[in-house]
Antibody
Framework: QVQLVQSGAEVKKPGASVKVSCEASGYTFNSFGISWVRQAPGQGLEWMGW????????NPAQKFQGRVSMTADTSTRTAYMELRSLTSDDTAIYYCARDIQGRGNFDYWGQGSLVTVS | IQMTQSPSSLSAFVGDRVTITCRASQGIRSHLNWYQQKPGKAPNLLISAASSLQSGVPSRFSGSGSETEFTLIISSLQPEDFATYYCQQSYSTPRTFGQGTKVEIK
């Protein structure tokens, strides 16, 4: 079955960086892409960007451009999202989600990784 | 593209018919998805392309609409349906979500 397993919770100081991983199983990793979505405490969902696992394509949301890096390692079937220059506003649960060819339909999600900036 | 859901919350009895509306700030054809999120869990895709039910999703869920106005209907609310529901447009980037509709027990 399709599974996305994310890295654990992190606590970071303001100004630091965080790197969240998302390991995929149960499907052909390099036939799909991964989108990253975050959710601040008690708030709604915010899309951060998409990366292809089969090409060099990526599409970060303009809000995060220059501050976010998304990578995909096909050898380990793992996607990564790094966010730099953290502030308290970045405190959130970060989710990875499978995204077929970047179409924006998120059919499988990771369990989420809580990042606390304090 | 801004997505606006209504209502923001509702209370209903088990067995009730529930309707949630999602409006897009511009036409998005049928590029609209619906997700269900339960507390402490990741969202779950219920409906894609405005009306296509995902595999394994009960048939009491249905979606309709196009361009700027969309509807999610739960025909007979069940105890496991109490959750927050989000619409999301997949027409263009950045992908955007509605603010959510929390469905609570009456």
């Amino acid at each position: 079955q399709v599974q996305l397993v994310q890295s654990g919770a992190e606590v970071k100081k303001p100004g630091a960086s965080v790197k969240v991983s998302c390991e995929a199983s149960g499907y052909t990793f390099n036939s799909f892409g991964i989108s990253w979505v975050r959710q601040a405490p008690g708030q709604g969902l915010e899309w951060m960007g998409w990366i292809s696992a089969y090409s060099d394509n990526k599409n970060p949301a303009q809000k995060f451009q220059g501050r976010v890096s998304m990578t995909a390692d096909t050898s380990t079937r793992t996607a990564y999202m790094e966010l730099r220059s953290l502030t308290s506003d970045d405190t959130a649960i970060y989710y990875c989600a499978r995204d077929i060819q970047g179409r924006g339909n998120f059919d499988y999600w990771g369990q989420g990784s809580l990042v606390t900036v304090s | 593209i801004q997505m606006t859901q209504s209502p923001s919350s509702l209370s209903a009895f088990v067995g009730d018919r529930v309707t949630i509306t999602c409006r897009a700030s511009q036409g998005i054809r049928s590029h609209l998805n619906w997700y269900q999120q339960k507390p402490g869990k990741a969202p779950n895709l219920l409906i894609s392309a405005a009306s296509s039910l995902q595999s394994g999703v009960p048939s009491r869920f249905s979606g309709s609409g196009s361009e700027t106005e969309f509807t999610l209907i739960i025909s007979s609310l069940q105890p496991e349906d109490f959750a927050t529901y989000y619409c999301q447009q997949s027409y263009s980037t950045p992908r955007t979500f509605g603010q959510g509709t929390k469905v609570e027990i009456k």
